[in-house]
């Protein structure tokens, strides 16, 4: 097995983090310090990250949150705020899939399974997220045509996704997208002379937040998960 893979399968972080790890310099396989991320392993391997010993997990934990405002989905925040990780009292060590704005709100995802979070997270795979979202004025039929084409955001990019209005004053809109780039609702929102005033993740692939308050969390059901590695190919 890849060694990125080994870590992000034990739960360290997600592949890409566990890429930068070795990167430093972080990891060392039987007492030797590796910075290739495909260097195979097995484990009979003595791993260690930060001199500390990485075992494959046995068991993993997969679950999903009703994210309420005001929180960062962090593990830490040097400014003090009040993070996601707050509110679920569990010993094992998780970790969120993608992010919400600290004002944003709805479906966010948490788990110990760095490849799942990882597939989870790479625009490569198209999971697709849907969001509900208020704009300062009223949404029009001709922007929703530019969305569905592809707009171009701050970055440079040419970003999609498929829009529909969904309230008599056209100032709410759904919204599914795939390639999900950092505050990539917004921006194409913004793209098109539109300002969010409220931002909620209703659906993340299969996963919803049915029955679950503001800052509620659940265990995920062994059939959700399994769909949701059938979404990545798992």
């Not at 400014?79 to 899939?97: C, F, H, M, N, S």
């Not at 929703?144 to 440079?156: F, N």
């Not at 996704?161 to 990539?184: C, F, L, M, N, T």
């Amino acid at each position: 097995m890849r060694l990125n893979k080994f870590l992000s399968s034990a739960g360290i972080a997600a592949r890409r983090k566990c890429d930068e790890y070795i990167f430093e310099g972080k990891v060392k396989v039987n007492g030797e310090t590796i910075c290739e991320p495909g260097y195979q392993v097995s484990e009979k391997d003595e791993i260690l990250i930060g001199n500390k010993p990485v075992s494959p997990k046995n068991e993993h934990i997969y679950i999903v949150m009703n994210k309420p405002r005001g929180y960062v989905t962090t593990l830490s925040d040097e400014k003090g705020r009040k993070k996601v990780t707050d509110l679920i009292d569990i010993a094992e060590r998780i970790y969120p899939v993608g992010r919400l704005d600290m004002n944003s709100t709805g479906v966010l995802l948490f788990m110990n399974d760095g490849e799942l979070t990882h597939r989870l997270s790479h625009p490569k795979y198209g999971v697709t997220k849907t969001y509900r979202v208020k704009t300062h004025r009223a949404f029009d039929n001709k922007d929703l045509l530019l969305l569905e084409k592809g707009v171009k955001i701050k970055s440079g990019d040419i970003v999609k996704g498929k829009a529909r209005i969904i309230s008599p004053d056209r100032k709410h809109v759904e919204i599914k997208i795939k390639e999900g780039k950092k505050h990539q609702v917004k921006l194409m929102m913004e793209s098109l002379g539109y300002i969010i005033e409220s931002l909620d993740r209703i659906r993340y692939g299969n996963i919803k937040k049915s029955g679950l308050a503001k800052g509620m969390w659940r265990f995920l059901k062994k059939s959700e998960v399994e769909r949701l590695q059938k979404l990545v190919g798992l």
